[in-house]
């Protein structure tokens, strides 16, 4: 006969193995992080809106997401992108390191939040706050500036249809970017370089209705033109993703990548 007491310890010993992965899978499910490493998505909470035809992880660039830009699709009157996201109604602090070559043509990369149903300032359902690096077609210069914009909307409320101290030629280029929630405050950085500071864009007020949609995109507004871009990692500063099977320790991601290159 099995004696009560040791039973109770053993029954505690399970709640105890039980409750600990339980909360280790919600850490790892909370987070909005993936290095981009190997050759497919590590965090399995990615969908896309629209998927596009050609993209992929570490084939075309070793630790990046690649993805070919497809014409017909901006993030501005409406979104047509095709963006990569998960869904969070808490508040976030993310980060990527995006490369862009284009063509001189209207083309998009960036960061956004997204909501389907929140309505925007002319009433149309889906809302959006985005840091996005636009690519210039000829009639503007072409050259790629940043924006940080609402829907359809960059011209006040922290907004900023340029942001002074950016502006590249049609051709490669890269930019760190970062967008942060707290409540319904949102703020935007960039920064050139690894070891530079963030430099400050602007913070807006918005209120979303859930869910939610946090993540990157890309597109081709125009009928026609070329572009690629590249994220090298997306970095969730609040939650670190997981642990690194290199360093053997909790951190985020893109920190880990930094250091070690």
Known sequence: M???????????????????AFLAGV??????GDPFDGNSLQNPNWSWSIEPKEWDVGQTKTGWLHVKGEVNRNLWASDTTNRLYQERDGDFDVETHVFMDYKPSSTVAGLVAYSPTTKDRQGRAGEWVTLKLWGRGAAQGSNAVLQYQKREFDAGEGLVGTVPGF?????PMDVFMRLKREGD????????????????????????????QVGVYVGIADGAGEMISEFEYFEDLLEPF???PRAKLPMAWGDLKRRTE
């Open 167 to 171: 502006q590249e030629p049609a051709g």
């Open 27 to 32: 850490v790892q499910a909370a987070s909005l």
């Open 185 to 212: 405050t949102f703020t935007s950085w960039y920064k050139r370089q690894v070891g530079d500071n963030w430099t400050q864009i602007g913070q807006t007020d918005q209120k979303f209705e859930p869910d939610l």
């Open 2 to 20: 099995v004696d009560a007491r040791q039973s109770s310890r053993w029954y505690l010993v399970w709640s105890i193995v039980t409750v600990t």
């Open 242 to 244: 997981a642990i690194s």
